[in-house]
T-cell receptor, first 105, second 117 residues
Framework: GEDVEQSLFLSVREGDSSVINCTYT??????LYWYKQEPGAGLQLLTYIFSNMDMKQDQRLTVLLNKKDKHLSLRIADTQTGDSAIYFCAESRRFGAGTRLTVKP | NAGVTQTPKFQVLKTGQSMTLQCAQD?????MYWYRQDPGMGLRLIYY???????DKGEVPNGYNVSRLNKREFSLRLESAAPSQTSVYFC????????????????FGPGTRLLVL
């Protein structure tokens, strides 16, 4: 069936870049999304990319999409301790398991 | 706007008890969703309602029922709770189930933590 996969954990030092990767199987999605979940809260939309784009930049966030390989990534530049959260990749109603990003001072 | 609200925030049940999780949104959204979140498994869709008057099964519907009471409210019922239903439950809504970002972006409630003993 259709699936969205991501690694579960990522740890970086404050000021470094973080790259969170995601693979998906449903090639019919028009948009792909990144959501952020902070402790004890629901998910909030972080950014999205239209499926005919290769890259989207939004301040410290860069989304890369390789449609041929069905690979999506989220890069966070100059990662801060406030970026510590769980990041979910999603297409339509299907979500990945979430990547827990830990930022060490 | 309160966005998406869920009640209760936390609930403890004994095996076999029943309960209803409530969800309401004030954004005039057409579509509403119920997910469960388990460690290492991410969000799994239980049921969704693409529009008022319709409901459809998601990935893990067994043991649950839903009611789209009106456009604002979408409830999730556990008829006979089991320990396997211990989870965090999230309700979400979106403007519609179409292909646009605006239509597809989901807004989430704060979640209900359910413990079944």
């Amino acid at each position: 069936g259709e699936d969205v996969e991501q690694s579960l954990f990522l740890s970086v030092r404050e000021g470094d870049s973080s790259v969170i990767n995601c693979t998906y199987t449903d090639s019919s999605s028009t948009y792909l999304y990144w959501y952020k979940q902070e402790p004890g809260a629901g998910l909030q939309l972080l950014t999205y990319i239209f499926s005919n784009m290769d890259m989207k930049q939004d301040q410290r966030l860069t989304v890369l999409l390789n449609k041929k390989d069905k690979h999506l990534s989220l890069r966070i530049a100059d990662t801060q301790t406030g970026d510590s959260a769980i990041y979910f990749c999603a297409e339509s109603r299907r979500f990945g398991a979430g990547t827990r990003l830990t930022v060490k001072p | 706007n309160a966005g998406v609200t869920q009640t209760p925030k936390f609930q403890v049940l004994k095996t076999g008890q029943s309960m209803t999780l409530q969800c309401a949104q004030d954004m005039n959204h057409n579509s509403m969703y119920w997910y469960r979140q388990d460690p290492g498994m991410g969000l799994r869709l239980i049921y969704y309602s693409a529009s008022e008057g319709t409901t459809d099964k998601g990935e893990v519907p067994n043991g649950y029922n839903v009611s789209r009471l009106n456009k604002r409210e979408f409830s999730l019922r556990l008829e006979s709770a089991a320990p396997s239903q211990t989870s965090v439950y999230f309700c979400a809504s979106s403007e519609g189930g179409g292909w646009g970002v605006r239509l597809g972006t989901q807004y989430f409630g704060p979640g209900t933590r359910l413990l079944v003993l």
